[in-house]
Nanobody, 126 residues
Framework: QVQLVESGGGLVQAGGSLRLSCAASGRSFSTYSMGWFRQAPGKEREFVAAISWDGRVTYYVDSMKGRFTISKDNAKNTVYLQMNTLKPEDTAVYYC???????????????????WGQGTQVTVSS
């Protein structure tokens, strides 16, 4: 069992930055690959970024490459999402999730994840 708690969301102006954190508790965090997803009002939840269990492989939505960076600190049981040059369309609830998959393109799919956090709101004003 893994419990996930996101933090770091808030209100930011367009062009600004935020760093989201996802703290994990429970067993064997270091063996899980991690992902970030988001859900904007009136839209379905979508993939943002993922990182393999050992932090060596990362995956991003093309539109976020170069703006968002995912990282994983196994010593702190925490995964991060650094978001730069934020746009109003980045406004959403951001969720982190844990997957038992080691790596691979399936990490872009919600069904690949076993545990989910409650989400943190990110609002980008224009």
């Amino acid at each position: 069992q893994v419990q996930l708690v996101e933090s770091g969301g808030g209100l930011v102006q367009a062009g600004g930055s935020l760093r989201l954190s996802c703290a994990a508790s429970g067993r064997s965090f270091s063996t899980y690959s991690m992902g970030w997803f988001r859900q904007a009002p009136g839209k379905e939840r979508e993939f943002v970024a993922a990182i393999s269990w050992d932090g060596r492989v990362t995956y991003y939505v093309d539109s976020m490459k170069g703006r968002f960076t995912i990282s994983k600190d196994n010593a702190k049981n925490t995964v991060y999402l650094q978001m730069n040059t934020l746009k109003p369309e980045d406004t959403a609830v951001y969720y982190c999730a844990a997957s038992g998959l080691a790596e691979g393109s399936r990490l872009t799919r919600q069904l690949s994840y076993d545990y989910w956090g409650q989400g943190t709101q990110v609002t980008v004003s224009s």
